[in-house]
């Protein structure tokens, strides 16, 4: 008989990754809101094991928090904001920003010390303005903006890669605990994002120029081609070039979501919308009167524009 | 001593397509001009063997032309555009539109009776109006438009499937051969592509809307962005989201072929301009103004729109 008989049982293939062997970073985390980035962060934790022990999730309507039990993402589903958050390490707000001022009024007096609050809004000015009066003093907000998405939406539109290799920005108002900034930080980075600090109203200025423009520009496009007479019309979707077909891509999104951005972002956005159009009429100008060197010298611009982010891995 | 044992040679497997039974539909197609467009034409002829018995390729260097040679896309390589076109039963003007005046006027003298001039270029008014004056009665003007590209240029960006599942544009002016028009459907079909036929005028201001617009939009966002602040700019470029960088992606492309392209759509693309502008205006004023039912109506038409688009087959 032999106690001591060395065996070796084959139970898998192990992935040692720093993250994967780490301590889950939350015990709860709750998402208000559960669509596109709120159910890639459930399916995220789900999957990495590394960001929380327990995932709350909330929704508007029973009929969504339905199909995140048949989605088995969450481990709870909460169809009253203040329910979710009253056991959470972290709540985070991913509704559209424009309903976050009566989601931070519901759920302040619910939050447990020490929590952490957060958000994945576009708009970061604001989400400070709408949020942190309705939090109690022993709670932090650390406000973040994960630039990463699709043209879908809802809690079936997620899925556990989104944030892989993407920037998250992190606002923090001035004096924020840097405990919790460094927590957050954390949570991104094993969400597989890349993450920068910045100031809010910088942050709005960047995103309104590479984000929150070009979608106005796509959305207006599409109402100028459909306001053409009929036969016009018809053929723009037959003979949708590139150029059109890009602008369409971008335009296929959430309407709510982008219409709280723009109101949300309102300042930023009319500051580069009207340095955008005084451009446009200087290209127009250069048009009817014919100057080419104008022209063209725009045009190497864009080049180098786009040569530059290539150079950057951006592109 | 046997004469007649029947043989079996294997000489590779042949493709039995119905174009590839095909006689060639052109002895001689002479290239005017051989970038992306005309290279693209040089290869579909090699790959597909149904167009043109000969190819003559043309560039304003030699040392373009030597490339050619390397590239061995063409039969010959002519320096002259008179050269060129001389045995030419099909002359095809690949430059940008803004040559088309002086390419035609060199070459008028020196078509061949019955042979057909086409071009690729992007807009078709202007191109009637530089090429026609230039040919002499027993030669057929049918202008073209490829809808294909891509943001690369020069003979060795061509390929031979450029024009595959493509739209071609054909704009034959009034009283054009109906047999010259039949011939390059003929001939772009072989390409590969889809063939319509349709008014010159409407053609321009489809293209500003699909194709020209979205460009010039694009070229100016990049300028736009490029004269922020600097710490905004250098942002600007590290997290580029989706949106702007769509955006460079279009703003890529050849200098001289889209300055020749605006200053040749002049009133199309100023009239679309002004309708966009009007647009955004708009926007700006629900943005400013808080009309969240206009943002949201616009978000939607552009939705609607996306979706149209994928019902086509053209996203």
Same mark, same amino acid.
């Given at each position: 008989?032999?106690?001591l008989?060395?065996?070796l049982?084959? &139970? ?6 720093e ?20 159910s ?6 789900? +999957?990495?094991?590394t960001?929380a022990?327990? &995932?709350?999730?909330n929704?508007?309507?029973? =009929?969504?928090?339905?199909? &995140? ?9 909460e ?14 707000l991913?509704?559209p920003?424009?309903? $976050?001022a009566?989601?931070?009024e ?7 010390p020490?929590a952490?609050v957060?958000d !994945? ?5 604001s989400?400070?303005r ?8 022993? &709670?932090?907000? !650390?406000?973040g903006?994960p ?7 809802g ?6 890669d ?24 954390? $949570?991104?980075?094993?969400c597989g994002?890349? +993450? ?13 120029? +590479? ?6 520009i ?5 109402g100028?081609?459909?306001d ?7 053929e723009v979707?037959? $003979?949708?070039?590139?150029?059109f077909?890009? $602008?369409t891509?971008i335009?296929a999104?959430?309407p +709510?979501?982008?219409?709280d951005?723009?109101l949300?972002?309102r ?6 919308l009207?340095?955008?159009t005084?451009?446009?009429q =200087? ?8 100057d080419?060197a104008?022209?063209e010298?725009k045009?190497?611009?864009g080049?180098k ?11």
């Open positions: 008989m032999q106690l008989t060395p065996s049982i084959f &139970v898998g293939y192990i992935h040692m990754s993250l994967q062997t780490a301590a889950p970073l939350f015990n709860t985390v709750a998402l208000i809101g559960i669509g596109l980035i709120g890639s962060i459930a399916r995220a934790a789900r +999957v990495r094991g960001l022990c327990r &995932v709350v999730a929704a508007r309507t029973s =009929a969504t928090l339905n199909r &995140v039990r048949e989605l088995g993402i969450a481990d709870t589903c169809l009253a904001p203040e329910d979710a958050v009253a056991d959470a390490d972290c709540v985070i991913c509704t920003v424009g309903a $976050f009566s989601v931070a519901s759920i302040g007096p619910h939050l447990k020490g952490i957060t !994945v809004g576009s708009t970061k000015q989400a400070i709408d949020i942190l009066p309705h939090l109690p003093e022993n &709670v932090h907000l !650390v406000p903006h630039m990463a998405g699709t043209e879908f939406s809690p079936d539109a997620g899925f556990s989104l944030f892989e290799g993407r920037w998250t920005l992190l606002t923090p108002p001035p004096g924020t605990n840097p405990e919790a900034i460094a927590k957050m930080k954390e $949570f991104w980075k094993r994002a890349m +993450v920068s600090v910045m100031d809010p109203g910088h942050h709005d200025r960047v995103v309104a120029i +590479v984000s929150h423009l070009p979608h106005l796509a959305f207006t496009i599409c100028t081609a459909d053409l007479a009929d036969e016009t019309r018809q979707l037959q $003979f949708a070039a590139s150029g077909r890009d $602008f891509r335009a999104s959430d +709510v979501m982008w219409r951005i723009f949300n972002n300042d930023a956005l009319l500051e580069m009207a340095r955008f005084e451009d446009t =200087a290209m127009a100008r250069a048009v009817r009167w014919g080419a104008y022209i010298d045009v190497h611009r080049r524009i786009r040569q530059a982010l290539i150079d950057l891995k951006q592109a």
